[in-house]
């Protein structure tokens, strides 16, 4: 989808400002939130929650911007669990389970057949090789895409065949499009080709992608 989170070449983001010895969490509560959404994954099993990316992507862009990076992620699961009964609101307010409630359930997996996201041992045969040029498709999907808005059109170079991965776009209501096992390229673009003549000629940018994002130049 088309949305705040999508920043590559926006302007007026602010300034990147790295932090020496940056530690793993900022704050405690950070690290809670991360171990949450671990100890969550399997009641997710059978309940259709949906891509994650896709849900921290529905965020309204005000929250978006507004929220650190774990925020996000907590917000996003607060939803999943008072959307599937987990939890009650009251709960939520409280911090205690409603022991008059019963006790939730696991479920098992749906039966999807997911190819999942790793490399594949699939024999495909790739539509793209080293050193061709390609152009981005112009795409605007409504679910989660992993394709950069910002090379949208854009021609480039592919300079390295990643192997075989399955797409993770999804639909608009977060769901996955199905396994579409494809090559996955790493395709060089000219700094100027994206950013216009304020960009260095010296310059470029890889990005990896999907083939079905791509079409010859």
Request: net charge negative; hydrophobic share 35%; aromatic share 10%.
């Amino acid at each position: 989808m088309n949305g705040i989170h999508d920043m590559g070449g926006m302007d007026g983001m602010g300034p990147v400002a790295p932090e020496e010895n940056e530690p793993v969490f900022h704050e405690p509560w950070e690290g809670r939130v991360y171990g949450l959404t671990r100890a969550l994954a399997r009641w997710g099993r059978g309940r259709n929650w949906g891509s994650f990316r896709f849900a921290l992507e529905s965020l309204p862009p005000a929250d978006y911007l507004r929220m650190s990076y774990y925020e996000r992620w907590f917000t996003v699961y607060v939803k999943r669990l008072l959307g599937s009964g987990l939890v009650t609101e009251d709960e939520l307010a409280s911090g205690y389970a409603d022991r008059t409630r019963p006790r939730p359930e696991l479920l098992q997996a749906s039966a999807t057949g997911s190819l999942g996201s790793g490399l594949l041992d699939i024999e495909v045969e790739p539509g793209f090789e080293p050193n061709d040029d390609v152009r981005v498709r112009n795409l605007h999907p409504r679910g989660h895409t992993r394709l950069p808005r910002y090379t949208r059109g854009r021609r480039g170079t592919v300079i390295r065949d990643n192997g075989v991965y399955a797409l993770q776009d999804t639909d608009e209501q977060g769901r996955r499009l199905g396994d579409t096992p494809q090559h996955v390229y790493t395709v060089r673009f000219a700094a100027q080709e994206l950013w216009g003549e304020r960009a260095s000629a010296r310059d470029s940018v890889c990005v990896e992608m999907w083939e079905e994002y791509l079409e010859p130049a």
